[in-house]
């Protein structure tokens, strides 16, 4: 374990993030960055190689053109660790693709969810939104996985969709 310290806990607090995190958040054992510009992985294809980010379509999806856009430059876990210029290249990276999803899935409504809470490298989920969702006015539940699973064959059309209005 690397030696990254803890920030301090106010008097009287009990830690409830997992003892590891903060070297996590450093990089110690990022999958994130294991995948970082490879076309196809485990978790799902590549639809957008931008300057700043790669877009990937996953295999599980919480909705239909479900992405997720992924910092290509070494581990970062907070979009303050960024320059100016890297933040406003990742964003444009991730919007691009954003706006293909849109094209083809046409949602009601994209969302844009930087989390990291559990995977820590610097990534932005795509989620479109549908008029027929589970949750409208709320974020979609981010459990473990998706709502549903594409196969191969079924993700490599779909990425191919996105791809094409890119183009």
Known sequence: MSDVSAPDLPHGSTRTWPQDWEARKAGEGCPSCLRVGVPEHDWGVRVYEGRYADVYMNYRAHSRGYCVSVWKHGHVSELTELTDEQVAGYWLDTVRAAR????????????????????????????????????????????????????SEELHTEAQRVRDALA
Request: a negative charge; zero cysteines.
């Open 100 to 151: 293909a999803i849109e094209a083809v899935y046409r949602p009601a409504k994209l969302n844009f969810q930087a989390l990291g809470n559990e995977v820590t490298h610097l990534h932005t989920h795509i989620v479109p939104r549908y008029v027929d969702d589970e949750q409208p006015g709320e974020p979609l539940p981010f459990g473990s996985g998706g709502k549903f699973t594409l196969t």
